[in-house]
Every structure is written in structure tokens, then in C-alpha cells.
């Protein structure tokens, strides 16, 4: 049974930060790239960071570009997201997710495997 475990949301206040873990299980995911997606309620989800197989190619969009890192530990199968100066607009439930390819991937349709999300509220 595979599995994507998030942890690390919270409540924070503005400026704080968090770092959100992803443990996977079942199965490695060390020849897949990965990526961390929000979803803020009455918004569609979206990309945060993308990461690929090896963490030398990783993607951020403009929103968060410069306050978030997406890394890996392929030896502990985790995926971690570095969360700094976090404003209210990040309030969202945060997702991880695995691509079937190698590469990183800003399209949703190419992530196979999900986690059930963790919330991040962040204060102002």
C-alpha cells in the first residue's frame, strides 16, 4: 500500500515559518520527481514547488519563489518544503505529491500519487 504522509502544518504568524516533511511508503520514490501543491478553500490547487529525481532541477512559481525550497533525502524517501516569510495568502491545505517521471513536472495530470494534505493557517 503506498502512502504520502505530510506533517509539519500549523499555525503560524505572518513572517513565521514551517517546514513540511513528506514520508513515503510502500513503495521509493527516488527515480521520481516530486512536488508540493496548495489548495485554499474556494481556490483551485496549485503547484508550490517542484523537485526532480535527483534535487538538482526544482521549480517554484512567482508567488512563492524566494521564500520557499523544496528538497529531498532520497536515502529517508522524504520530501521536505522549507516555508519562510509566510504571509496570510498562504493559508491553504498543503499537499505532496509524486510525478511518474523522473523529471519535475508543473502539470498536475502528471503526478500518479497524492498525500492527504496538511493545513498551514498562518495569522496576520
Known amino acids: 500500500h503506498v502512502q504520502l504522509v505530510e506533517s509539519g502544518g500549523g499555525l503560524v504568524q505572518a513572517g513565521g515559518s514551517l517546514r513540511l516533511s513528506c514520508a513515503a511508503s510502500?513503495?521509493?520514490?527516488?527515480?521520481?520527481?516530486m512536488g508540493w501543491f496548495r489548495q485554499a478553500p474556494g481556490k483551485e490547487r496549485e503547484l508550490v514547488a517542484a523537485?526532480?529525481?535527483?534535487?538538482?532541477?526544482?521549480y517554484y512559481p512567482p508567488s512563492v519563489k524566494g521564500r520557499f525550497t523544496i528538497s529531498r533525502d532520497n536515502a529517508k524517501n522524504t520530501l521536505y518544503l522549507q516555508m519562510n516569510g509566510l504571509i496570510p495568502e498562504d493559508t491553504a491545505s498543503y499537499y505532496c505529491?509524486?510525478?511518474?517521471?523522473?523529471?519535475?513536472?508543473?502539470?498536475?495530470?502528471?503526478?500518479?500519487?497524492w498525500g492527504q494534505g496538511t493545513q498551514v493557517t498562518v495569522s496576520s
Open positions: 505529491a509524486a510525478a511518474r517521471g523522473s523529471a519535475y513536472n508543473t502539470e498536475q495530470s502528471a503526478y500518479g500519487y
Open positions: 523537485i526532480s529525481w535527483n534535487g538538482r532541477s526544482t
Open positions: 510502500g513503495r521509493t520514490f527516488l527515480n521520481n520527481g
